[in-house]
């Protein structure tokens, strides 16, 4: 039987294919919900290194000091009642570990719910985001063995550096795309671009401010939005 992600993907694809809940919603609202799965991994994730980094790390954390118990000091281990002390955190943490693994699997789930249903909404390729995504990481770490260029990256600030330098190569080529997507025929898209771009200036962060010109100009070269 499959297991893993295989598992996952095949009971997606299913989904998609079969069933009625599924084709009811679209991705839009699914983009909504992974929005919420993500916030309740947070919380997870945060509890669990709160209550115990070593468990975090996928450790076993042990009480080895003494502990004060309603004011009064306790022993160290051996004593019966820092054992049950030890004992309940143990099973706090596994508790908890449990929980993150099962918000975690619920992210996976609607990432991957998300990613069929743009391809199903928007006529996608099987692989365009996938690929896409590769290629991305691909350009903004050349220092990788795998696939780089041959450049080094010794630390992590040399290696965010080179990120955020192919970052804006990308944001700069974005910029003479959009320049070059013919809108003579629909002034209102000539205008929508004028009003994107004074708010990308006004509101948007670098990183915003280029998702939201690629997301345009995917729309206007899929020409959905622009009428001939």
Do not use: F, N, Q
């Given at each position: 039987s499959l297991r893993g992600r295989e598992r996952l993907f095949y009971v997606v694809d299913k989904l998609g294919l079969s069933c009625p809940w599924t084709k009811s919603v679209d991705s839009t609202s699914m983009l909504d919900w992974l929005g919420g799965e993500v916030e309740e991994l947070r919380k997870e994730i945060s509890l669990l290194?709160?209550?115990?980094?070593?468990?975090?790390?996928?450790?076993?954390?042990?009480?080895?000091?003494?502990?004060?118990?309603?004011?009064?000091?306790?022993?160290?281990?051996?004593?019966?009642?820092v054992a049950n002390d030890a004992e309940h955190e143990d099973a706090e943490v596994r508790n908890t570990r449990k929980a993150l693994v099962s918000e975690l699997g619920d992210v996976l789930f609607d990432a991957i719910m998300l990613e069929m249903m743009c391809r199903r909404d928007f006529n996608l390729n099987p692989s365009e985001a996938w690929d896409a995504a590769a290629e991305k990481v691909e350009r903004r770490t050349p220092y990788m063995k795998d696939w780089g260029d041959g450049s080094e990256a010794k630390t992590s600030a040399e290696a965010e550096l080179m990120w955020q330098a192919a970052k804006l190569e990308e944001k700069k080529k974005m910029g003479i795309a959009l320049k070059k997507v013919p809108t003579r025929s629909n002034p209102k898209i000539t205008s929508l671009i004028k009003e994107v771009n004074k708010t990308l200036q006004q509101q948007f962060s670098g990183v915003l401010a280029g998702a939201a010109l690629g997301f345009l100009i995917g729309m206007l070269a899929s020409q959905r939005y622009v009428r001939r």
């Open positions: 290194r709160l209550l115990s980094p070593a468990a975090a790390a996928g450790e076993v954390s042990m009480v080895s000091s003494p502990r004060r118990i309603s004011g009064m000091k306790i022993g160290g281990i051996g004593h019966p009642l």
